[in-house]
């Protein structure tokens, strides 16, 4: 049997998936996912030693020529910016500390 | 005399041809019906009326001056709401792309339009692809057309319930554990999951990118095919999609079925089928036992490995795939005291609570200390899924299952438990990890009237075939 999960547990999750929780989602997601990760432990009873997945239809390596194209303007793959942003950039608030 | 909404893709072509119908007058009709339908029914998230309606005009005009047309000129259709759109918004069913205008299409809205069909909406989805009810979408639930009590299914139940009522004659579904084929199952539409790579992927929003396919959601058969034959192929901007050529799946579909065989999977048929739906597939099988089909019991011994194993993978995928919803690119954006503050609140508020539980779990089934007991666990389970699949087709041509377990349910009845609602999945979800087709076709009613679909599985690229059963069962 897996250990039990705990809300420190998801807590520690959620930071790590960058997603703030309610006490109240917190507490429900514990329990709620404590059973999932208990029905999923069942693959731990089965022996896979040596099984290996390659791909679903035995493509591997894909190559093909670099050749120029033309793409996305700048002004449209930044059309979803904040509205804050100028045209053709996106801006964020400051990450590093001055 | 059908109304123009009520026709096959094929019959509108056919009409269309003779001049006894224009793409206007069946626009028209769908977009009419839609209106009527929606308040019920809410399968759209955005419906496309103006940019339908001049389209079709100049399919019309075209035609008048006898220029050649595409294959499916003047045939409204509708995508999951997943697929990228230019100048439309995209939402994937989630608040988090609310407004998301995408400034590119995916290559299937290329092919489709480069044969002249006309988009006439996106239909509303399990947000992500996460769910089996379209319950999980931030627009609002979608009712089943034939019984607006119960779900539609999903994750594709926009898609599922507009195909049904004639809100267009087609949709593009996305399936990444049996989001094309449960909705068509429960809508009594006719659904495709392809092969893995048989349709190329760019520009569909990511949920499980070794899992998801594109296919195509039809009134019959014949349709389903036509629209394959169209959107399928390599495609330069999709690594994964399959250099094998594509063939014109409408062809061979009226051969004969004599002395093929059909398996039958032992360990399906243990895991609570409902008696009707089990009735149902019992009287198909019957009737492809009059077609001249042969019948075997097969064997995949790890099916019961199956769910927990596409789950781990599904999850840990998805939690990567939708790290880049960060709201400074697109989509909504949260205050905060700085980055990680504003990125964390930004995925909190808007992300549903299906996002959060599977993100969560994968990404704890993908970190230090836990990805080779669960992900990579699973990632081995897979292979010996994919060995058994394929071994089972050494000795039959398909396999002959119900798509989903039960008949269409009520709002709420599985959605307080997500591991229970995860279970009805059991014959969809085993089918991604391997990457074999799987065609949901409907095969009766409840006494009650709700569709009932069965589900054929092929090997990898058996798609001809797969049509080929499909059609001589509807016939027949």
């Known amino acids: 049997m897996a250990k039990q999960i705990t809300t420190e547990d998801i807590k520690r999750i959620a930071r790590l998936a960058n997603i703030n929780l309610s006490p109240e989602e917190l507490e429900t997601f514990t329990a709620q996912i404590g059973d999932i990760l208990a029905y999923v432990d069942k693959l731990s009873q089965l022996d896979t030693k040596g099984a290996v997945f390659k791909s679903q239809t035995d493509l591997s390596n894909i190559f093909r020529e670099d050749i120029v194209e033309e793409s996305l303007s700048s002004d449209k793959a930044t059309q979803n910016r904040p509205k804050s942003s100028k045209k053709g950039y996106i801006a964020i608030k400051s990450v590093l500390n001055k | ?476």
């Not at chain 2, 949709?171 to 659904?191: L, N």
């Open chain 2, 1 to 476: 005399m059908k109304r123009p909404f009520e026709l096959t893709v094929k019959e509108a072509l056919e009409l269309m041809e003779k001049g006894e119908l224009t793409a206007k007058e069946l626009v028209t009709s769908c977009l009419n019906r839609v209106r009527d339908m929606e308040p019920e029914i809410n399968a759209f998230i955005t419906i496309c009326e103006d940019s339908a309606l001049r389209k079709a005009s100049q399919i019309d005009e075209a035609r008048k001056k006898g220029e050649i047309l595409g294959r499916l000129a003047g045939i409204p259709y509708t995508v999951k709401d997943v697929y990228n759109t230019e100048g439309i918004q995209t939402t994937a069913g989630s608040k988090i792309l609310e407004g998301y205008i995408s400034p590119y299409n995916a290559t299937i809205i290329e092919k489709l339009d480069g044969q002249d069909a006309i988009l006439i909406g996106k239909t509303n989805c399990d947000a992500f692809g996460f769910g089996s009810s379209t319950e999980n979408s931030a627009y609002g639930v979608t009712r089943n057309p034939h019984d607006t009590e119960r779900v539609p299914g999903g994750s594709s139940g926009g898609s599922g319930a507009a195909v049904s009522y004639g809100g267009g004659l087609f949709s593009i579904g996305e399936d990444t554990g049996g989001s094309i084929r449960c909705p068509a199952s429960f809508c009594g539409i006719v659904g495709l999951k392809p092969t893995y790579g048989r349709v190329s992927r760019f520009g569909a929003i990511a949920y499980a990118s070794s899992y998801d396919s594109v296919g195509p959601m039809t009134k019959d058969v014949y349709d389903n095919a036509l629209i394959l034959s169209v959107i399928a192929g390599k495609d330069s901007k999709d690594a994964t999609s399959s250099p094998l050529p594509v063939p014109d799946y409408t062809l061979e579909m009226e051969n004969t079925l004599k002395g093929k065989r059909i398996g039958i999977v032992k360990e399906y048929m243990n895991q609570g089928v409902d008696t009707q739906v089990k009735q149902a597939i019992d009287q198909a099988i019957e009737k492809f036992k009059g077609l001249g089909c042969e019948i075997a019991e097969v064997s995949l011994p790890y099916t019961e490995y199956a769910i927990a194993a596409y789950y781990l993978i599904g999850i840990s995928e998805a939690s990567s795939n939708l790290a880049r919803m960060d709201g400074i690119r697109f989509g909504p954006i949260s205050e905060g005291s700085d980055w990680q503050e504003r990125y964390m609140n930004t995925r909190g508020e808007n992300f549903g609570a299906e996002e959060k539980r599977r993100i969560i779990l994968g990404t704890y089934a993908l970190s230090e200390g836990y990805a080779d007991k669960y992900y990579h666990k699973a990632q081995q389970v897979r292979a010996l899924l994919k060995a058994d699949m394929v071994k089972a087709f050494e000795n039959v041509d398909i396999l002959l299952t119900p798509t989903m377990p039960i008949l269409p349910f009520k709002f709420g009845e599985n959605s307080s438990d997500p591991l229970k609602m995860w279970l009805l999945d059991a014959f969809t979800v085993t089918i991604n990890p391997v990457g074999v087709p799987a065609l949901s076709v409907p095969c009766g009613k409840s006494e009650s009237g709700l569709p009932i679909g069965m589900q054929l599985i092929g090997n990898h690229f058996s798609e001809e075939l797969l049509y080929q059963f499909a059609r001589n069962f509807e016939k027949a």
